[in-house]
Nanobody, 118 residues
Framework: QVQLVESGGGLVQAGGSLRLSCAAS????????MGWYRQAPGKGREFVSY????????YYADSLKGRFTISRDNAKNTVYLQMNSLEPEDTAVYYC???????????WGKGTQVTVSS
């Protein structure tokens, strides 16, 4: 069982930046692909980004390329999402997930709220 705890969300003005963190429990962190997903008010959950266990390959939603960067520190059991040039449309609850790949995430955090004001 993997437990995930997100942090780093908050209120930011448009054009600003935030870095989300996700701390994972368990000794096998590097075995899991880690991802970020988000859910805006009134919408379904959507894919943001994920990376492989080693961190050597990263994948992004097409609409977010160039603004968001995912990374991980396996020594700290932590995955990060650096978000730059934030837009009001980025307002959502951001969830961390662990699993096999983008479509087969097995464990989910409770989410952290990101609000971008215009």
């Amino acid at each position: 069982q993997v437990q995930l705890v997100e942090s780093g969300g908050g209120l930011v003005q448009a054009g600003g930046s935030l870095r989300l963190s996700c701390a994972a429990s368990g000794p096998t962190f590097s075995n899991y692909a880690m991802g970020w997903y988000r859910q805006a008010p009134g919408k379904g959950r959507e894919f943001v980004s994920y990376l492989t266990g080693s961190g050597s390959r990263q994948y992004y939603a097409d609409s977010l390329k160039g603004r968001f960067t995912i990374s991980r520190d396996n020594a700290k059991n932590t995955v990060y999402l650096q978000m730059n040039s934030l837009e009001p449309e980025d307002t959502a609850v951001y969830y961390c997930a662990a699993g096999l790949d983008r479509y087969r995430m097995q464990y989910w955090g409770k989410g952290t709220q990101v609000t971008v004001s215009s």
